[in-house]
Structure formats: C-alpha cells, structure tokens
C-alpha cells in the first residue's frame, strides 16, 4: 500500500473543510474561497508543516485565519439585489441623497479604546500561555482556539480523556491566576 500524497490527504480533507468553513461564514463561496486558499497556502510552503502536529490540525490551524479574512471581506460587502425590473445602477442611485450623502449613515464604529484594551489583554493572555507548561498549553489550545474535540485532542497527544481533563483544568487555573496578577489587577 502506497502512502498518499500531500495533494491525495488534502483532497480528502477538502469536504470537511468545506463543511467548516461554510459554519462558520454561511456563504458558500466564500467558504469555497477561504478553504482553496487554506490549500494552497499548504501546497505552496509545503516544508512550513513541521509535523508537530496532525497535517489535519495544521490546515485547520490556518484554515482559520482564512476564514477570519473571509468574515472581514463579508463585513466590508454588500450585495445589492434588484428586482427583475431594476437595473443595479437604480439600486445604487437609490442609495444615496441628491447632495451625494448616503440614505443611511455608516454604523458606529465602536469603541477604538476598548479594542485597544482587548489587543492588550490578548498580549496578556499570549504571555499566561508561554508561562505554562508546554503541554498543558499546547492542550488549552487545541481545546479552546482549534475547537477540537476531546477525542481528536487525546488521539493526537496519545493521552486518556480524564488525563485531558485534568491537563485542561489546571492548565484554566494557571491562566486565571496570571490574568488576574496581570491583567484584572490592573484594570
């Protein structure tokens, strides 16, 4: 039996990542785009996959960062329909005023300081996980940020489910105490 290629493994990941990607943006080209870009992020740095990690959980690792551009671009278009009688330059038209002001305004943009704080406690937080041990981070991660299932988690560490569990729970302990030394002291 022949080993498959890293073209042949991708190919077969392919619907499930569709499948992913689609979830999560709920459009299905965009989540076409988002999961092509993902492989091929993968076929033209092939020798970036170190194999620390499962090739399923490294595409899915940058499958994510696709999608986060792909919710980006969504939130940034608009899609204009038009009746079977309109052509979309009335639509358009019909999107802004005389004095070339649009009809509705732009949505508030927030709070840029609270989104400095949060960049901020992301940092933190990025600090909290370096401080653990290796493993235990590298379980936290995989549960909280990959959102992969326990089973997926134990089969790739080789570790039972309660072993997971207690990895998981002392690894949240660690990272409260250092978020509240470092971050919630000082809010």
Not at 53 to 70: E, P, Q, W
Not at 176 to 185: H, K
Request: glycine share 4%.
């Amino acid at each position: 039996m022949t080993t498959p290629t890293l073209f042949q493994q991708l190919e077969a990941m392919r619907p499930a990542l569709l499948r992913f990607a689609l979830l999560q943006l709920r459009n299905p080209e965009l989540a076409e785009d988002s999961v092509q870009d993902a492989l091929l992020a993968v076929l033209e740095k092939p020798d970036q996959f170190a194999g620390a990690s499962s090739l399923r959980t490294y595409v899915i690792g940058i499958l994510k960062f696709k999608i986060i551009d792909g919710l980006r671009v969504a939130g940034r278009t608009v899609q204009i329909e038009t009746e079977t009688d309109q052509s979309e330059d009335d639509v358009i038209d019909h999107l802004f005023q005389a004095n070339g002001h649009t009809v509705d305004p732009p949505r508030a943009w927030g709070n840029p300081e609270a989104v400095l704080e949060q960049q901020d406690f992301f940092k933190v937080m990025e600090v909290c996980l370096e401080k653990l041990p290796a493993q235990n981070a590298r379980v936290f991660m995989m549960r909280e940020w990959l959102d992969l299932e326990t089973e997926e988690i134990c089969k790739e560490l080789n570790l039972s489910a309660s072993n997971l569990w207690v990895i998981l729970y002392r690894a949240r302990l660690r990272l409260r105490e250092c978020l509240d030394i470092n971050w919630f002291a000082h809010s």
